[in-house]
């Protein structure tokens, strides 16, 4: 079985452009989870969606960020504008509540993408 | 604010050793914790959890001790393996929420 799949594994903008990542949970999974990493900040959730429907976007640093769902097997995060302080490892994270409906939060994570503002 | 700290940004360890990775939060309602292994350009994977109703989890090499009084849990790998260099990052959750908060990673290092 495929794990999570990200595109681009790398991206490489200057400010001002639109920047799109894309995401693939694992099937059957019913939470996606965008994540990003930087040095200074750790990993930090940036949004969850159920069931394709957005739970808690309270991670998300600004307007210029928006995530979509728009089905079950595909997710995606766009910056618009990009900005240098946005450049950082983006992460996606699917899990599944399971059948004892309690997923015990193993989430399993993407490669990542890591972008690069300049 | 920090709710989940990881005060040790890197550890380094002798093969065969014992590593030991701590981990401390401050909201109390935090009921269920995990540790991620991450290597680099991977995501990080599970590694092993702990509910608040437990005070020791074990899973082979790696055992998770929790202090609810402290706030505090630790990551015991035992024996060290150089295979065992990586970053680990502490998580906790609340009341089932599948709402991960992460710290932000010790980096450890097994020297052969």
């Known amino acids: 079985d495929a794990g999570v799949i990200q595109s681009p594994r790398h991206e490489v903008t200057e400010m001002g452009q639109e920047v799109t990542l894309r995401c693939k949970p694992i099937?059957?999974?019913?939470?996606l989870f965008w994540y990003r990493q930087t040095m200074m900040r750790g990993l930090e959730l940036l949004i969850y969606?159920?069931?394709?429907?957005?739970?808690?976007d309270s991670g998300m640093p600004e307007d210029r960020f928006s995530a979509k769902m728009p089905n079950a097997s595909f997710s995606t995060l766009k910056i618009q504008p990009s900005e240098p302080r946005d450049s950082a490892v983006y992460f996606c994270a699917s899990s599944s509540i399971g059948l004892a409906g309690f997923s015990y939060n193993e989430q399993f994570f993407g490669p990542g993408t890591r972008l690069t503002v300049l | 604010d920090q709710q989940v700290k990881q005060n040790s940004p890197s550890l380094s360890v002798q093969e065969g050793r014992i590593s030991i990775l701590n981990c401390d939060y401050t909201?109390?309602?935090?009921?269920?914790f995990l540790w991620y292994k991450k290597y680099p350009a991977e995501g990080p994977t599970f590694l092993i959890s702990?509910?608040?109703?437990?005070d020791k989890n074990e899973d082979g090499r790696f055992t998770v001790f929790l202090n609810k009084s402290a706030k505090h849990l630790s990551l015991h790998i035992v024996p060290s393996q150089p295979g065992d260099s990586a970053v680990y990052f502490c998580?906790?959750?609340?009341?089932?929420?599948?709402?991960?908060?992460f710290g932000k990673g010790t980096k450890l290092t097994v020297n052969p």
């Open positions: 998580a906790a959750s609340q009341g089932g929420s599948e709402k991960l908060v």
């Open positions: 969606f159920n069931n394709n429907v957005p739970i808690d």
């Open positions: 702990i509910s608040s109703i437990k």
């Open positions: 909201n109390s309602m935090f009921d269920y």
């Open positions: 099937s059957g999974h019913d939470y």
